[in-house]
């Protein structure tokens, strides 16, 4: 984004146009004036309070900004901003991402630059985030360097739900992740149903490459479908499948606040979960599975990800434009509003 403006002469003008006005005022007034004195013959001559002075100079002044003003509009500034236009279609890409409590858990260090970024609980401790945290910060990367792409979002808890339909609108899809919060789904993992949806919309997509990425730490518990036959949904479509499992095992720190009562809920989980589940999920669509117990290993997973979902498209920069005058103009019109003050406050006229 940049600025720049139409007639850059009226720029100049506005810059030198208060200096021009001084000058004609202190040089160039009559040669010949009259004094005519206002008191008694010989008495002392009439002098202005000294308020009326101060209110003259203040609208002398206003009367100059609103001129520097009143130029700059017509110097008419104006924002450029360079878009890129896609002259092909992008892959649809859907995230299915697991909101259940046990991705409260602290166990992924902030390496690779990953940080907290929502507000689903604290979060972060001692150099540690959150699985949810670390996911949904690697997502936002990854839509970020992938602008071509229609990407679609799919929350699993206890129920599933689509957020976000597969779209290229990116400010949409962030604005929805950056609100979704630990627990919004209830207590429980309905990876099957997640899947379903994923699968559904990427069906009848006509884009030249769909794909599907479950980030789970944890295996199917609830939901009527099972995660086997959603992944063989998957791969009837020939969808790229990525299941990433994230966390690792072992007692450590859950810490979140539970949407629905708003209570802090912190203590000690026991994490485990049956990877080989997620495995059999990962073959049955024809797709891989990937361990992420560490942050560094999390985004090395995201990367494998980018390099067998993405492939390059054609694409042009478009300018917009788009006009910045209004500010200058309104703000002349401000000031020629307040220039009426002096002669109220102070000349009392």
């Known amino acids: 984004m940049s600025i720049r403006f139409e007639r850059p002469l009226f720029l100049v003008l506005a810059g030198l146009a208060p200096f021009a006005i001084l000058l004609f005022r202190r040089f160039l007034k009559p040669a010949v004036t009259v004094k005519l004195s206002l008191g008694p013959q010989g008495g002392t001559l009439f002098k202005p309070p000294r308020r009326a002075a101060l209110g003259a100079a203040l609208i002398f002044a206003f009367e100059l900004a609103t001129v520097s003003l009143l130029l700059l509009a017509i110097a008419n500034p104006t924002e450029v901003t360079a878009t890129p236009v896609f002259k092909e279609r992008g892959a649809d890409i859907m995230f299915v991402l697991d909101v259940s409590p046990s991705m409260a858990v602290l166990d992924i260090n902030s390496t690779g630059g990953i940080t907290k970024i929502g507000a689903s609980g604290n979060g972060a401790e ?12 690697l997502i936002l990367s990854f839509v970020n360097d992938h602008p071509s792409a229609a990407v679609g979002l799919v929350a699993v808890g206890e129920v599933a739900a689509l957020l976000v339909p597969p779209t290229i609108d990116h400010e949409l899809f962030r604005d929805r992740l950056q609100t979704l919060r630990i627990g919004e789904l209830g207590d429980g993992t309905a990876l099957g149903m997640g899947l379903s949806l994923a699968a559904f919309h990427l069906y009848d997509s006509s884009a030249p490459l769909h794909a599907c990425v479950l980030v789970t730490d944890g295996e199917n518990n609830a939901g009527a479908v099972h995660p086997e036959t959603a992944a063989e949904a998957l791969a009837a479509s020939n969808v790229a499948f990525f299941v990433i499992g994230v966390g690792s095992g072992g007692e450590t720190i859950l810490d979140y606040v ?5 209570r802090h ?12 589940s997620l495995i059999a999920i990962a073959e049955k669509g024809g797709g891989v599975f990937l361990q992420a117990r560490t942050g560094d290993e999390l985004g090395r997973a995201f990367f494998k990800v980018s390099e067998g979902s993405t492939f390059p498209v054609r694409a042009e920069t478009l300018l917009v434009t788009e006009s910045r005058a209004g500010p200058f103009i309104i703000a002349a019109l401000l000031i020629i509003t307040l220039s009426f003050l002096p002669s109220l406050l102070v000349l009392r006229v």
């Open 258 to 262: 539970d949407p629905e009562t708003n």
């Open 265 to 276: 809920r912190r203590g000690i989980y026991d994490s485990r979960y049956d990877t080989q």
């Open 126 to 137: 001692n150099g540690m985030i959150n699985r949810f945290e670390a996911a949904r910060f």
